[in-house]
């Protein structure tokens, strides 16, 4: 694919230019002059500096760490869950996972075909005319983030009252589904809004997520023991419900945040 990395794209200029007029003393505006072992401590602290000093980095890491924890919490118990509560064989209780793929799959057809011709439409029809926004990646992620939490409610009390299994099935559709678009919204927009630090702002929303994916589903078994099936994925419920707001904020806000940031990654 076709280079679109700032600082690689004047660095190539920048070593035509010393091989063209022989001054082997040209730098590009954008080397870090950084080497060796202190290049390789700047990549590893710029992400945690990120996580700490930007406001959309730290929530938007919260929430989707908070997704990932739901997620992966679900996919140590949905074994332990058909198996005891529908009877499902330990040969069968694997085909469970299908109704989060599809989901899945959804929404990523979905985000594939829409996304850019959203960003598309809002960039011409913006106040100030082919003006490209960050905040516009958002508006898939305002669509798609009530669906985790209406997933979670359906799947633990359609669990909860023993319906037939395939209805906690078709719950994890939604859960799914939601989860996929906010995983996309928020990669695209810190893409866009940081460019040239794109891969340290994901790389800081990796650190919350593993964390996160790790550390939660260590307490599923328990918690469904405590709170049943019901309340369980309530709880789950409600927390990223209250997350649901978060895109809208920076939809609305985002981008006065980006122009008051002062301070250099």
């Given at each position: 694919m076709?280079?679109?990395?700032?600082?690689?794209?004047?660095?190539?200029?920048?070593?035509?230019?010393r091989?063209?007029t022989?001054?082997?003393?040209?730098?590009?505006?954008?080397?870090?002059?950084?080497?060796?072992?202190?290049?390789?401590?700047?990549a590893?602290?710029?992400?945690?500096?990120?996580?700490?000093?930007?406001?959309?980095?730290?929530?938007?890491?919260?929430?989707?760490?908070?997704?990932?924890?739901?997620?992966?919490?679900?996919?140590?118990?949905?074994?332990?869950v058909?198996t005891?509560?529908?009877?499902?064989?330990?040969?069968?209780?694997?085909?469970?996972?299908?109704?989060?793929?599809?989901?899945?799959?959804?929404a990523?057809?979905?985000?594939?075909?829409?996304?850019?011709?959203?960003?598309?439409?809002?960039?011409?029809?913006?106040?100030?005319?082919?003006?490209?926004?960050?905040?516009?990646?958002?508006?898939?992620?305002?669509?798609?983030?009530?669906?985790?939490?209406?997933?979670?409610?359906w799947?633990?009390?359609?669990v909860?009252?023993h319906?037939?299994?395939?209805?906690?099935?078709?719950?994890?559709?939604?859960?799914?589904?939601?989860?996929?678009?906010?995983?996309?919204?928020?990669?695209?927009?810190?893409?866009?809004?940081?460019?040239?630090?794109a891969?340290?702002?994901l790389?800081?929303?990796?650190i919350?997520?593993?964390?996160?994916?790790?550390l939660?589903?260590?307490?599923?078994?328990?918690m469904y023991v405590?709170?049943?099936?019901?309340?369980?994925?309530?709880?789950?419920?409600f927390?990223?419900?209250?997350?649901?707001?978060?895109?809208?904020?920076?939809?609305?806000?985002?981008?006065?945040?980006?122009?008051?940031?002062?301070?250099?990654?």
């Amino acid at each position: 694919m076709r280079e679109s990395y700032a600082p690689v794209i004047l660095e190539r200029k920048t070593k035509h230019l010393r091989k063209q007029t022989g001054n082997p003393h040209l730098r590009s505006k954008l080397d870090p002059d950084l080497k060796g072992a202190a290049y390789f401590i700047e990549a590893i602290i710029r992400p945690l500096r990120m996580l700490v000093l930007s406001p959309a980095v730290l929530c938007l890491s919260i929430y989707i760490g908070l997704c990932f924890g739901c997620l992966y919490l679900m996919f140590t118990t949905f074994s332990y869950v058909f198996t005891e509560v529908y009877h499902f064989s330990i040969g069968t209780d694997g085909l469970t996972f299908l109704g989060m793929g599809t989901g899945s799959l959804i929404a990523l057809i979905l985000v594939g075909a829409f996304s850019d011709r959203i960003l598309r439409y809002k960039t011409l029809h913006s106040p100030t005319p082919n003006e490209l926004k960050p905040e516009y990646r958002l508006l898939p992620m305002l669509f798609g983030a009530p669906f985790i939490p209406i997933g979670l409610f359906w799947y633990g009390w359609s669990v909860q009252a023993h319906t037939h299994w395939i209805v906690p099935i078709l719950g994890t559709v939604w859960i799914g589904f939601g989860f996929l678009i906010i995983t996309f919204a928020v990669q695209m927009y810190l893409v866009d809004a940081f460019t040239r630090y794109a891969a340290s702002a994901l790389a800081a929303t990796t650190i919350l997520r593993s964390l996160m994916g790790a550390l939660l589903p260590l307490a599923g078994r328990q918690m469904y023991v405590k709170l049943g099936y019901g309340w369980g994925n309530s709880l789950l419920a409600f927390l990223t419900a209250a997350m649901v707001p978060i895109p809208w904020l920076f939809y609305r806000y985002g981008e006065r945040l980006r122009k008051k940031r002062t301070f250099e990654f």
